[in-house]
């Protein structure tokens, strides 16, 4: 069964926190062609995953998608946003276990929510449209075979590797960094970067069991 980022068991870069919405005021923009190419392999890639389905082992599927994760998502920016402030005074240590948990979650939620396959599809628009700090949206369609379509798009931020995604939009408002950022708060409020770090390796394990 395939499942999308508003899964109830695991939300892409969330913890079982309710969703944020808002608006997101946006403008029209020429579309980069590397930007929405970008998001295009991303999603053959979840296509190639949910291909070889559940009977292959989780970390096969893990490591087959772990390329397309990195070459998509500034995981680094992603995890600093989340965790906010306190990202600046944290050790290089905890930094260095925070980035890694984060990264084998992140991977894990996708192959996990993106499980099986039986003629879905995604259609990734060929336009972009841009924020007032120049990030361009790439946006994408998910269609099950019966016609049920959800919406994702992904906000792209150009740095010096090129563009990666930094923030998903479901159906269009709902920033998932803005919701994981809450969770995030709480957590570390309870025990700072060894509690979101073992948070994080908890459910990984819960993910790959359930995968």
């Not at 998001?39 to 389905?53: D, E, K, P, T, Y």
């Not at 990666?164 to 950022?181: E, H, K, M, P, Y």
Request: glycine content about 8%; overall charge positive.
């Amino acid at each position: 069964m395939t499942r999308l980022l508003i899964d109830r068991r695991s939300v892409l870069w969330l913890g079982g926190s309710a969703g944020v919405a808002g608006f997101i005021p946006f403008a029209r923009a020429v579309a980069d062609p590397a930007a929405v190419a970008l998001i295009q392999s991303f999603c053959n890639a979840l296509i190639q995953v949910m291909r070889l389905g559940a009977t292959t082992p989780f970390s096969q599927r893990l490591n087959v998608l772990a390329p397309a994760i990195d070459a998509t998502f500034d995981l680094d920016r992603i995890l600093q946003v989340s965790v906010g402030l306190g990202w600046s005074a944290m050790p290089p240590a905890q930094k260095a276990a925070l980035q890694t948990a984060f990264r084998t979650y992140t991977i894990a939620s996708y192959v996990n929510n993106f499980d099986s396959y039986n003629g879905q599809r995604f259609t990734v628009s060929p336009a972009t449209r841009s924020l007032a700090n120049g990030d361009q949206v790439v946006a994408t369609q998910f269609t099950s075979p019966s016609g049920e379509s959800h919406r994702l798009d992904y906000v792209m931020n150009r740095g010096p590797r090129g563009w990666r995604a930094v923030d998903v939009l479901q159906d269009g408002t709902i920033s998932q960094v803005a919701v994981q950022r809450s969770d995030f708060r709480q957590t570390l409020l309870r025990g700072g970067a060894p509690a979101l770090v073992a948070s994080l390796q908890r459910k990984t394990q819960q993910l790959s069991r359930g995968g």
